[in-house]
Nanobody, 127 residues
């Protein structure tokens, strides 16, 4: 098993930036493709970004492309989500997730493929 704990959320004005972190503990980090998802009040959880086990391939939702960057640091067993040019519609609880034995060079956008989830961190963007 792997344990995920998100941090870095908070309140920021529109146009600002935040960096979310999600350290993974328990098993070898390279076994997992990683993803970020979010859930706004009254809405279903949606895909935000994903990164392959190798760290070479990344995917983004169209709504965040060009503003958000996902990365992973194998030395720190941590996945990050750098969020720039934040908008009020980015307000949500953000979750990181791990897909065990995911593709080395790819990643999935489907939340049903992820095996482990963190507890979430709140991001609030004021206008």
């Amino acid at each position: 098993q792997v344990q995920l704990v998100e941090s870095g959320g908070g309140l920021v004005q529109a146009g600002g930036s935040l960096r979310l972190s999600c350290p993974a503990s328990g098993r070898t980090f390279s076994l997992y493709a990683m993803g970020w998802f979010r859930q706004a009040p009254g809405k279903e959880r949606e895909f935000v970004a994903a990164i392959s086990r190798s760290g070479v391939t990344t995917y983004y939702a169209d709504s965040v492309k060009g503003r958000f960057t996902i990365s992973r640091d194998s030395a720190k067993n941590t996945v990050y989500l750098q969020m720039n040019s934040l908008k009020p519609e980015d307000t949500a609880v953000y979750y990181c997730a791990a897909e065990e034995y995911g593709s080395w060079s790819g990643a999935t956008l489907n939340e049903n493929n992820y095996d482990y989830w963190g507890q979430g961190t709140q991001v609030t963007v004021s206008s």
